[in-house]
């Protein structure tokens, strides 16, 4: 079943607020996974920040629960000069989550869900310029500062222009795997390891903010074939270091030993497997382990 992702455009829309989304969801399309995108708005064309007209829909499609509502953020000095946004707009955001869908914005797109009321009692984040501002306009709303995404109830909020790749990058990997969203990350030619609010985060991007390339490659391999057997004389192999060397800089950017690092990942795909009704033991074969008894240690272990 397709999940249908619909960017909800204003005047002055950041083209890149737009764009970077838009552009992991089309990429995901391409591999495979299927992803329809429209763009919808208060009237049938927009101008963007930077001066591109922008066609889109007035009218809303039929969304469903597995369907992703993005805000992108628009050009404002401060978010209450930012462009109005009409009663059946800021309704279908509610709806939509309501009816247990996702709904995420991009930079000042955060003040939009919060006119919907969706930051009430919820942790959100926008630009580093806004923050305070978003905080007074929204004191239900508990600000995040200085993190490049939040999520909290099906509502994510990211920092803004390029965290908007971030934040999608991270929808992906929790919905298809880590693997996926690598895949599309070195397609983009973009690095796939900024973390957003640590807690939150998938483990592909959480264990991504260091700088070390050796680390880097071993992940890349890791992220791409974690659920097959990754030996680590192997791994160490084909990044050119010893076994020993490995182990020790992967423990230091990291936290985690390469086959640790692989078993988060399993442990991180097998959970939403299992949350969307796939069984124990089908969980723990599609990531890989022989049976589901490691699975279940890894959960009671982080239980």
Not at 70 to 86: K, N, Q
Not at 200 to 228: C, G, N, P
Not at 243 to 255: N, P, Y
């Amino acid at each position: 079943m397709s999940t249908h992702v619909v960017f909800f455009l204003v005047p002055g829309v950041h083209l890149l607020d737009l764009a970077g989304p838009a552009q992991v969801f089309s990429t995901a399309a391409d591999f495979g996974h299927p992803y329809t995108l429209s763009y919808v708005a208060e009237q049938p064309q927009v101008t963007s920040a930077q001066g591109l007209p922008l066609a889109a829909e007035l009218d809303w499609p039929e969304l469903g629960p597995e369907d992703l509502i993005v805000v992108p953020g628009w050009r404002a000095l401060r978010l209450a000069h930012g462009p109005a946004i009409g009663a059946t707009a800021l309704e279908a955001f509610r709806d939509h989550h309501v009816r247990g869908g996702t709904v995420a914005s991009v930079c000042a797109g955060a003040d939009a869900l919060g006119r919907a009321g969706l930051l009430d009692g919820r942790h959100c984040t926008t630009h580093h310029d806004v923050q305070d501002e978003l905080a007074l306009r929204h004191p239900k709303a508990t600000v995040v500062r200085d993190v490049l995404f939040t999520t909290d109830d099906r509502v994510i909020t990211s920092a803004g222009i390029a965290s908007g790749i971030d934040l999608a990058l991270h929808i992906v990997a929790t919905r298809h795997g880590p693997a996926v969203a690598a895949q599309i990350a070195r397609d983009m030619v973009v690095y796939a390891r900024r973390n957003g609010h640590e807690p939150q985060t998938s483990a592909m991007l959480r264990h991504r903010s260091h700088l070390d390339d050796t680390v880097h490659r071993a992940q890349d391999l890791i992220d791409t074939r974690f659920d097959e057997a990754l030996p680590l004389p192997a791994l160490a192999s084909a990044v050119g270091v010893s076994e020993r060397t490995l182990t020790r800089l992967f423990g230091r950017a990291t936290g985690l030993t390469p086959l640790r690092y692989q078993q988060t990942l399993r442990l991180e795909r097998a959970e939403h497997l299992i949350s969307h009704g796939t069984t124990i033991d089908a969980a723990a074969r599609t990531v890989g382990f022989e049976d589901a008894r490691m699975l279940r240690r890894l959960r009671a272990r982080t239980s």
